[in-house]
């Protein structure tokens, strides 16, 4: 940084404000603050002071003093919030952090709400909200499926509807089905164990045994769906890359009265063999224009996993774009957005 445009602030933080939940452990917080934002920040009490080029101060002190409102307002300050509220600053100055992560989905478990940590997963439950039929297109770790499903326990909570119907396609990523020991439940109860994940998330496990036992939850592959009509249901479709262009068509006309429908994949992941098309990436273009049908989509900026499976999902974007620049095939269907049908920013 210029030493002529080097500054000073210092800033004094509520006195209603808890210390330890703004700052971190070990003053953590105010680490990943400096680092995003090259600046020097010392705390003492409740007086900050921050230390480096004028425009990425000013950043930093709109985060804190963001940040700081949060906490009175009783949002609980995690690890993930913090990165994704600093990238947010560190896009746009101007964003207003409490818009996305004051927006909470009620769920009866020890956590009491699930909040949206970015501002496409902000637009991805006002979709669900708005839409019947709601498509979350992104890589891992975006919170595509945990997002989904607490907005589905919610609505059943909440009895907007009667039941929730979870599937997904049961493709074999590099194993074999016919492998694995077992009847045909225990062959593809590996496939559908992260839905039960996300599910123990919400709800204690008593919970979800009963709920599942009187038919309120239903979690089954995607072939189970054939034939069905699903009325007062939110269902939703995990790993949808990995359905074929039939199967989606399938799936999508299940939607029965009353219902809500959300399929969540990452086109970059497809498991097909390379002669079956990903019923995913065709629907974008086949339901582009359909009124009441929301594409929202993620990028690397959205994952809230470990900070290392950004890094990974760049990196491999990043590979994947050297190869096509020498003329050299990337992975099947993990083509670059400009050339994948439909796709648009969130």
């Not at 209603?16 to 003053?27: F, I, P, Q, T, Y």
């Not at 009847?183 to 919970?207: F, I, S, T, W």
Request: charged share 30%.
């Amino acid at each position: 940084m210029s030493e002529a445009t080097t500054i000073t602030r210092r800033l004094t933080i509520a006195s209603d404000v808890d210390l330890a939940d703004l700052l971190g452990r070990n003053d953590d917080h105010l680490r990943s603050l400096e680092s995003q934002f090259d600046v020097r920040i010392v705390a003492r009490g409740h007086d900050v002071t921050l230390r480096g080029d004028e425009e990425q101060v000013r950043r930093a002190e709109r985060a804190l003093i963001q940040l700081a409102d949060l906490v009175r307002s009783g949002q609980p300050l995690r690890g993930g919030e913090v990165r994704a509220a600093i990238r947010m600053i560190g896009d746009d100055a101007d964003a207003d952090l409490k818009a996305v992560f004051a927006d909470a989905i009620p769920v009866p478990s020890r956590k009491r709400w699930v909040t949206p940590r970015t501002r496409n997963q902000k637009r991805y439950i006002d979709a669900i909200r708005g839409h019947d039929m709601v498509f979350g297109i992104g890589p891992a770790g975006t919170g595509k499926s945990f997002l989904a499903v607490a907005a589905a326990v919610a609505a059943l909570m909440k009895r907007e509807v009667t039941r929730i119907v979870l599937t997904r396609p049961a493709v074999e990523a590099g194993e074999r089905l016919g492998f694995l020991p077992g009847d045909l439940y225990e062959k593809v109860h590996p496939y559908l164990r992260p839905l039960y994940d996300a599910l123990y998330d919400m709800l204690e496990a008593e919970k979800v045994a009963s709920l599942m036992e009187k038919g309120a939850i239903e979690i089954a592959p995607l072939a189970y769906m054939r034939g069905r009509t699903l009325n007062d249901a939110f269902i939703i479709l995990d790993e949808a890359q990995n359905s074929t262009t039939e199967q989606m068509k399938m799936f999508l006309t299940r939607l029965g009265f009353n219902s809500k429908m959300v399929v969540t994949g990452d086109i970059t992941q497809v498991d097909l063999p390379a002669s079956r098309h990903s019923g995913l990436i065709e629907v974008q273009a086949v339901l582009r224009d359909v009124p009441g049908v929301a594409f929202v989509y993620f990028d690397d900026q959205d994952v809230v996993r470990h900070r290392l499976v950004s890094a990974i999902v760049r990196a491999y974007g990043a590979h994947e774009g050297r190869l096509a620049l020498r003329g050299e095939p990337a992975a099947p269907d993990s083509a670059p957005p400009e050339d994948r049908p439909g796709l648009e920013p969130a």
